[in-house]
């Protein structure tokens, strides 16, 4: 079974709720009820951030940043499976796979994470640059710094397919299997052609697709996450209308394909599915 991981999107949508229920807040204390994640919890965590308040919650690549004021951030991803429950009360029953959880003055922000895939730890903000996490991260999809340029540069001598590359966290960021699919279908690029092939032209239009399709989603998780939070106050998983993704077989909305060749394509790259229009996408 392949997994979808949260991506960029989701990880913004749950970065703005973040930002809108504990930013300014005071760490009360922190709760490590099991460090075994992608990378231990650091033992001192709880110790390095408790008392601190929080100054400033962004997203750097498909990584949720808190600034501290006290010179540390907490660096969390969502991995494969990771869900931030955020939560009023303090009187809560935990659940399985409830791994982190941080008490604020604003309440409870709780990390869980089935999987194991995702992240918490804890550096300090003037050394997040240099976190071994961020050393080779390429640019981000709304950086300015991204152009068609940029892109011939670093696609000039790849015989790999366009879909391939660009989920090459070296050169744009947060782009997962979901949204490279996406992006390639509203650019109307094939999937299959050698990145070296793209002309300068294909690649303003790619960028520009890729812009307005994380938009679109980042949108959508906006609106949609105030109905989407549970009960339990877990935000995690929204689902998007993609055009393309987990569509086989289906017409794709711009034009006619299941009448004229089976609809949208599914094929294996990199050991992960991509889907496309086989007749819109060249
Ligand atoms: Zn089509």
Redesign the pocket.
Known sequence: VELDMPELPEVETIKEALKRSVEGAKVLSVEVRSPHLREQVPTNLPQLSSSAQILRIYRLAKYIIIDLNNGYSFILHLGMSGRIKILESESVSYEKHDHVILHTTKGLVIYNDARRFGLFTIDKTDHLQKNHLFEHLGLDPFDEQLTATYLENHFKQKQTAIKIVLLDQSIINGIGNIYASEALYEARISPLRKSSSLTHTDLEVLINAIRKTLTKAIKAGGSTLKDYRKPDGSMGYFQNQHCVYNKEGQ??P????SEIDG??KRITQGGRSTFY?G??QK
């Open positions: 017409r794709c711009d034009c006619t394909c609809g949208i229009c007749y819109l």
